[in-house]
T-cell receptor, first 112, second 115 residues
């Protein structure tokens, strides 16, 4: 089945620790995105990538980093500089203009 | 800059009734797309329907239709014959068709269908 796989489903971070959230897609989509969702809120864009080896900051990139070494993979690292990382993280991908973004099932990150 | 406004934080609707979820937007881009997504309690975002800014007709997808009024900058979602499984958060979003192509979301409406 084609789709977007996010792992893990739940993740716990200790203070001062970096953690990496995985996002893999087998849809052959060029563009990939990372969003953060806080309780009762809409989604806010963290980073996005329209082609391999290129990515741009979204609206709330501080404390996060990404890489796009392969078309199918777009991992997100939540660094220790992100002081309030507890949230639901959603990865998405899209192929072509006028097309909707398709989302993974999300990763819920909590602080220990 | 783009902005999406959803003024209904929550709605309760009787099963089998139709429901309209409001969405207004603001943008200076001449060409853009409008989207509605459904988010059940499990968390995944499910794409429902798309409307292009130059589309002459309102979009429809099964029980979903989009009431697009460009002059009023509104893109309301209409769900006909609501079902218990329609209970979820619903998000309106928009994206310019050129340039950075960033998707901007509203804060959502929580829809609860009452048996």
């Amino acid at each position: 089945d084609g789709g977007i796989t996010q792992s893990p489903k739940y993740l716990f971070r200790k203070e001062g620790q970096n953690v990496t959230l995985s996002c893999e897609q087998n849809l052959n989509h060029d563009a990939m995105y990372w969003y953060r969702q806080d309780p009762g809120q809409g989604l806010r864009l963290i980073y996005y990538s329209q082609i391999v080896n290129d990515f741009q900051k979204g609206d709330i990139a501080e404390g996060y980093s990404v890489s796009r070494e392969k078309k199918e993979s777009f991992p997100l690292t939540v660094t220790s500089a992100q002081k309030n990382p507890t949230a639901f993280y959603l990865c998405a991908s899209r192929q072509g203009s006028f097309q909707p973004q398709h989302f993974g099932d999300g990763t819920r990150l909590s602080i220990l | 800059a783009q902005k999406i406004t959803q003024t209904q934080p929550g709605m309760f609707v009787q099963e089998k009734e139709a429901v309209t979820l409001d969405c207004t937007y603001d943008t200076s881009d001449p060409s853009y797309g409008l989207f509605w997504y459904k988010q059940p309690s499990s968390g995944e975002m499910i794409f429902l329907i798309y409307q292009g800014s130059y589309d002459q007709q309102n979009a429809t997808e099964g029980r979903y239709s989009l009431n697009f009024q460009k002059a009023r900058k509104s893109a309301n979602l209409v769900i006909s014959a609501s079902q218990l499984g329609d209970s979820a958060m619903y998000f309106c979003a928009m994206r310019p068709n050129f340039g950075n192509e960033k998707l901007t979301f509203g804060t959502g409406t929580r829809l609860t269908i009452i048996p």
